[in-house]
């Protein structure tokens, strides 16, 4: 990766000076070689990444699932009904049923 990137790097720092050495003379075969040798570098850096690059998880990227039981999941759903200035907040247990913000004021401050 870091060859295609300094390929890439190489074709923006030295595009502006071939632009200038070949489009001076002001017409349009000039322009044409100078878009030509842009993307001839681009091609290059194109088939350079095409043949280099993996597309395998590396094992430092690799996370493991956290083990959750759905019931644990569920019995941390709240859910917060908002209108205005009044406030509802209600938690969904799975045992217990649906309890109001009067049962836990922890979260309603």
């Avoid at 489009?23 to 280099?52: H, Y």
């Avoid at 709240?78 to 922890?106: K, L, M, N, T």
Wanted: net charge negative; hydrophobic share 50%; charged share 20%.
């Amino acid at each position: 990766m870091g060859i295609s990137n300094g390929i890439g790097a190489f074709a923006g720092v030295s595009g502006f000076i071939l632009e200038h050495l070949v489009a001076a003379q002001g017409n349009a075969v000039g322009w044409r070689i100078s878009f030509l040798i842009a993307a001839g570098v681009d091609l290059t850096a194109l088939i350079t990444f095409a043949l280099f690059a993996k597309g395998e998880l590396q094992e430092w990227a690799k996370e493991e699932e956290p083990q959750q039981t759905m019931q644990d999941i569920v019995r941390r759903l709240y859910i917060s009904v908002d209108y205005g200035r009044f406030r509802s907040v209600f938690r969904i247990d799975p045992v217990a049923g649906v309890q109001s913000a009067a049962e836990f004021p922890p979260l309603c401050k």
